[in-house]
């Protein structure tokens, strides 16, 4: 099998002649390799000697080294090119003009997971309305959806909780790759930057990471694996309970639990739900960090058994009510602040709105729920076929 080849690769191949002589901004993290597992910024260097003014990080820092959210990384110099690099998960969210002021054109490659609470498609977000306004130019160096990009999934964020895990209304699983989505945010939401795109080789949509015979390097602490990254759809809204999604675990994500879930309970519970595609597995753990640290938590693994059927989002929403239910004194939400939100409960601003809570606590049937924001899913199938870059 052909290994994808991503737009970084082709980028290095052939830059295109309007770059030679401007000054680069690059937006990445330690994700930001090729194939040889050698990092943007060495191989631009080596191909555009002294371009790169400037370097730009997202949340969980340059070397994605910060574990969790709220948790800033700070300004330093590049050991390898010595030059800034700004953090945008810092003391600000959103590039100055000072910033700005280095640069010509600002390169983004950066692995994005496909999910909408993922914050680094709000920071190259908020570099191209900066763009914009500063009168900059944008190339995005394209790479895969890790979960394909034909599958979308969960209701449409409603813009009463927009946030910095969610700012355009958009699904939880948006089946596009990071060029595919710069440009529905430039185009339908109208940031109208001076946008290009430059597109992979050899990928497909239906194509999960582990079909792309690429290398996979954690683009944030806690989604270590592309296994991570196919549950962190539905399993990060574990965040906004007071349940362990797994951090302080060698397999966060993948595993969840509290000290008082009782696991016979929870699986006669769910017997009925029809989830599918994966294999529930009890399991005990002791969390080194995070939620629950150094108490032995019960709870399961969840181990992919077909990815054409797993649903992360309805699977994740289905154990979240049953844990409700069979724990109800227990259980509970997260309070505020979640991502700089101070007022609104985090499992809102994850789920992008209340109802989805509301049901779930009302014990509506969630193939119920799943049926109340199909319309606006299907409007949204609609939409995201006008940004496709690949059949």
Not at 131 to 146: H, Q, S, T, V, Y
């Amino acid at each position: 099998m052909s290994y994808v080849k991503t737009g970084l690769e082709k980028f290095i191949e052939s830059p295109p002649n309007w770059i030679k002589g401007k000054r680069i901004g690059l937006l990445c993290n330690p994700a930001s390799i090729a194939s040889n597992y050698h990092h943007a910024r060495e191989l631009i260097n080596e191909k555009l000697p002294n371009h790169i003014k400037a370097i730009f990080s997202p949340q969980h820092g340059f070397y994605a080294e910060k574990q969790d959210n709220m948790i800033e990384s700070q300004d330093r110099i590049d050991s390898y090119l010595k030059v800034p690099i700004f953090s945008l998960y810092g003391k600000i969210r959103i590039p100055t003009y000072e910033m700005f002021d280095l640069i010509d054109v600002l390169i983004v490659d950066i692995q994005d997971v496909g999910t909408r609470v993922y914050t680094f498609i709000y920071t190259m977000s908020y570099c191209m309305e900066k763009a914009k306004e500063f009168n900059k130019k944008i190339l995005i160096l394209d790479r895969p959806n890790p979960v394909n990009g034909i599958d979308v999934e969960g209701n449409i964020l409603s813009l009463k909780y927009s946030s910095f895990v969610g700012r355009y209304p958009i699904p939880m699983r948006h089946g596009l790759t990071i060029g595919e989505i710069a440009k529905l945010f430039n185009e339908h939401f109208k940031i109208n930057c001076d946008l290009t795109v430059i597109t992979m080789e050899n990928w497909e949509r239906k194509m999960y990471f582990n079909d792309t015979n690429l290398p996979w390097v954690a683009p944030s602490p806690n989604l270590p694996t592309p296994a991570s990254a196919m549950v962190y759809p539905g399993q990060v809204m574990w965040e906004g309970t007071n349940v362990s999604e797994g951090r302080g675990t060698t397999q966060p994500f993948e595993f969840f639990g509290a000290p008082f879930i009782n696991h016979s309970k929870i699986l006669s519970i769910i017997k009925d739900s029809k989830i599918k595609g994966v294999y529930l597995r009890p399991i005990a753990f002791e969390p080194t960090s995070n939620k629950w640290m150094g108490n032995l938590c019960n709870g399961f693994q969840i181990h992919i058994t077909n990815p054409q059927l797993y649903k992360p989002y309805l699977t994740s929403l289905i154990l979240i009510q049953a844990l409700l239910m069979c724990h109800s004194q227990e259980f509970s939400w997260k309070m505020p602040p979640y991502e700089y939100e101070f007022e609104k409960m985090p499992i809102d601003l994850i789920v992008g709105d209340d109802l989805v809570r509301k049901k779930i606590e009302n014990m509506e049937n969630i193939k119920i729920i799943e049926e109340s924001w199909q319309k606006d899913l299907n409007a949204f199938k609609q939409l995201k076929k006008e940004f496709h870059l690949y059949k």
